[in-house]
């Protein structure tokens, strides 16, 4: 049980241990007590002096303790879509996207790539130390190809994805502004990995805003090492 326990848990109890007598001896009157039985008000240098050092002790060990917080936080991916392919013909696929409160959807792309993009917010502090993670909305699936001269001349797909349900808080920042006084930055996010017969992938956002696809089991992993991915 006791090993389970984050190290930033420990750091923050050692730090309230710290902290706590620290500002009882720099605040404390630290006198004897007077007929009424109240301490009386002595200055005492040293005892002020260890005091301080305590408190200021106790205030890094906290900022610590919140800095190993941020960490674990950003070590936290979000899955936000879970894609499967079957292909139809030469250069031709269909894909099944499913995300989070999404049913099923069926897409179909050409090329020998796919691609998924997403709008996304972040934040300024304080909300950013508070851990609010960035918002997104994905907006399109396409379909790609890694040749150059093919991507400008053969055929080319993508598919709106306005009916996936997400908060569009980049269209109400811009028409009420002073509204988002903790928004950082707007940014387009995308990611594309190849497109095979039976391939299956995750779609990921990290806490940077950033996405990402991982393959969803061993079959597309070594589909991926047989295309040189």
Known sequence: MINGIAPFVWI?????????????MLLGRGGP?????????????VRRLFGLMLVLLGCVSGLLALSLVQFFRLTTD??????EMRQQAEGQFQLTATAPG????QYVLYGDQWQIDARV????????MAGVPPLYRLER????????????????????LD???????GSLKKSFPNWFPFVDVQFGSGAYMPMFDGAKYQV????????????????????????GW
Not at 78 to 83: D, K, S, T
């Open 102 to 105: 999404v049913s099923p959807k």
């Open 141 to 160: 699936l396409s379909g790609r190809y890694s040749d150059v001269a093919r991507e400008a001349s053969a055929t080319r797909s993508v598919h709106a």
């Open 204 to 227: 990921y956002m990290d806490p940077r805003g950033a996405l990402f696809v991982r393959p969803d089991g061993e079959a597309t992993a070594e589909g991926l090492k047989r295309l």
């Open 33 to 45: 007590r007077d007929e009424r039985g109240r301490r009386i008000f002595q200055f005492r240098p």
């Open 78 to 83: 979000e899955p936000v879509a879970r894609i």
């Open 121 to 128: 917010v972040r934040w300024k502090l304080p909300a950013l």
């Open 163 to 169: 009916d996936w349900p997400a908060p569009d808080l």
């Open 12 to 24: 923050l109890l050692g730090a309230i241990v710290v902290l706590l007598p620290g500002i009882a």
